[in-house]
């Protein structure tokens, strides 16, 4: 994987970004039409970070100081100006400094190591414990059986399996996404989801069962 160069554009998004984490934008702004131009020209990432202040076309918007970069794949000019890029996370970053020398916002970034915690067979139970636990609400999440089977023919790495199943979780606000994305260690980032998952799978069962027993309730 390349480097992370010291300093990188930044994008403030309402969402968070993951390693591995497929991502699709519309730009629009000069200042970011500009951005994707200089990155496509240098084979260089950008930077992308969870709005905690104002909106994405706010250059005084505030952000988490943890990010992380995005690696163009893709990208298709529009005739009246935009660009529609497809780009793929790679790398965490924490936000040393701000440099607003440029239309766009740029920071000086420190790459976040990547660090299992428990390592050897007490990670691999805790891998096997988050798919099953994945596999699971996926299936009462789509109310089909096939992607549990697709999930479960695949090779995740622990690290990868933590940022998928951040990715998945579809009732989860942005804040506590961005909590998963800062957790230290994939250990504690699969302990915590283990506890998510499992608290998201109980309620989902519930509201089945409830749904269930009053469809059932005779009419009196």
Do not use: W
Not at 103 to 128: C, F
């Amino acid at each position: 994987m390349p480097a992370v160069p010291e300093t990188i554009p930044l994008f403030p998004l309402a969402g968070v970004l993951f390693p591995g984490m497929p991502l699709q934008l519309q730009i629009f702004e000069p200042r970011y039409r500009l951005m994707v131009r200089r990155c496509v020209r240098d084979n260089r990432p950008f930077g992308v970070v969870l709005i905690t202040k104002g909106a994405d076309t706010d250059p005084n918007a505030e952000f988490f100081p943890i990010g992380t970069t995005a690696r163009i794949k893709h990208i298709e000019r529009y005739q009246d100006g935009p660009f529609k890029i497809d780009c793929i996370g790679e790398q965490r970053f924490r936000i040393l400094e701000l440099n607003r020398d440029e239309s766009y916002m740029q920071g000086k970034v420190e790459v976040i190591p990547e660090q299992p915690g428990d390592d050897g067979p007490a990670l691999d139970a805790l891998t096997q414990r988050a798919l099953k636990l994945l596999s699971d609400y996926l299936e009462l999440v789509t109310g089909s059986d096939q992607l549990r089977e697709n999930l479960l023919e695949k090779e995740f790495s622990p690290q990868g399996l933590s940022y998928t199943i951040a990715i998945l979780l579809r009732t989860v606000g942005q804040g506590v996404k961005q909590d998963i994305l800062e957790r230290p260690s994939t250990t504690s980032r699969l302990e915590h989801e283990i506890g998510m998952l499992q608290s998201e799978i109980n309620g989902l069962r519930l509201a089945g069962d409830k749904s269930y027993r009053y469809d059932a309730a005779p009419v009196s």
